[in-house]
T-cell receptor, first 115, second 113 residues
């Protein structure tokens, strides 16, 4: 089944404790992206990757790191989480065309609480 | 304000009625996409419309795009209670912003049985 998986689905942690949220897709998509969703703010893009070893900042990259060592995986790293990073996080992937991204396939989401 | 903004923020209708949601954006785009989200779950793609297209249909969904007004609309005909969800538009600006997707804040649709 074509899908994007994220782990963990739920995470409660404390300020400053490094964490990684994994994202994996099995559709051989070049493009992958991370978003956070907060009430009243919609989805905001954190980082995206056009292909292996290529990553770029989205609208809200501060406090996050990503890496793209393999095509299928795009982990999101919070080196020193803070309470303002409490949010619902989504990973997505898609094919890309010449100068545009295509339909985004979303993971189920990771609900992160930083105390 | 954000690139994609939906209007209205909330819409409440009866089953069988049509629901129309609008999305406005500020810069030129390569394509515009509509997504649905059931409460707290992942987003599901509905329709992608390219900048050179004016209208697209998929089942009970109809999307229009007016690039001169920088706006799009999503029409759901003969709505059902199962259509209750949040609906988001997302714009891909392309060009130097290739890969940057901007989502609106969404329209919350409630369909009463």
């Amino acid at each position: 089944e074509a899908q994007v998986t994220q782990n963990p689905r739920y995470l409660i942690t404390v300020t400053g404790k490094k964490l990684t949220v994994t994202c994996s897709q099995n559709m051989n998509h070049e493009y992958m992206s991370w978003y956070r969703q907060d009430p009243g703010l919609g989805l905001r893009q954190i980082y995206y990757s056009m292909n292996v070893e290529v990553t770029d900042k989205g609208d809200v990259p501060e406090g996050y790191k990503v890496s793209r060592k393999e095509k299928r995986n795009f982990p999101l790293i919070l080196e020193s989480p803070s309470p303002n990073q409490t949010s619902l996080y989504f990973c997505a992937s898609s094919l890309i065309g010449t100068g545009y991204t295509d339909t985004q396939y979303f993971g189920p989401g990771t609900r992160l609480t930083v105390l | 304000s954000q690139q994609g903004e939906e209007d209205p923020q909330a819409l409440s209708i009866q089953e069988g009625e049509n629901a129309t949601m609008n999305c406005s954006y500020k810069t030129s785009i390569n394509n515009l996409q509509w997504y649905r989200q059931n409460s707290g779950r992942g987003l599901v793609h509905l329709i992608l419309i390219r900048s050179n297209e004016r209208e697209k249909h998929s089942g009970r969904l109809r999307v229009t795009l007016d690039t001169s007004k920088k706006s799009s609309s999503l029409l759901i005909t003969a709505s059902r209670a199962a259509d209750t969800a949040s609906y988001f538009c997302a714009t891909d600006a392309g060009g130097t912003s290739y890969g940057k997707l901007t989502f609106g804040q969404g329209t919350i649709l409630t369909v009463h049985p």
